[in-house]
């Protein structure tokens, strides 16, 4: 049976808005203030996949961006990923979820809208040399026959 209404577009448009814009981060690991992993008890260390894995993250660009609040949800993601590297497979979903929400892969930064610049290009990630941009009286008078 067919599906009556209209055929789809061939020419799709997001009609909503964007909510928010893009947010530019100098691309320079952060060295501010963060916290440590907590002390664990007994003779009990944390793995050390979970220590890489937390040096990592709080070196992250991004993370000039996070609040007492994003720390605090880091500090919990850690207890996740130490319980997945101690063979707790069962806490991969929700470990994949909480990384997302982080930003730690590329992919997710895109999703949250969140993009690394080098400290020589603007905003939209262009190189800003002033001496490869051409002028536009320059180009005006080549396109036009005068010179």
């Not at 007492?68 to 101690?86: I, K, N, P, Q, S």
Request: charged share 30%; glycine share 8%.
């Amino acid at each position: 049976m067919a599906i009556t209404g209209r055929p789809p577009s061939a020419h799709p448009r997001n009609r909503n808005a964007k909510v928010y814009d893009w947010t530019s981060i100098e691309d320079t690991p952060y060295t501010g203030p963060s916290p440590e992993l907590p002390a664990k008890g007994g003779r009990q260390r944390w793995h050390r996949q979970t220590r890489a894995w937390w040096d990592a993250v709080r070196r992250m660009p991004h993370c000039r961006l996070w609040t007492c609040g994003d720390w605090r949800f880091a500090l919990e993601t850690a207890v996740l990923v130490e319980e997945f590297w101690r063979g707790e497979l069962r806490v991969a979903a929700e470990l994949r979820l909480r990384t997302a929400k982080l930003g730690l892969t590329h992919e997710d930064r895109l999703k949250l809208r969140i993009r690394y610049v080098s400290t020589d290009a603007d905003p939209g990630g262009h190189a800003m040399d002033p001496a490869a941009v051409t002028r536009l009286q320059e180009r005006r008078r080549r396109l036009l026959g005068g010179g």
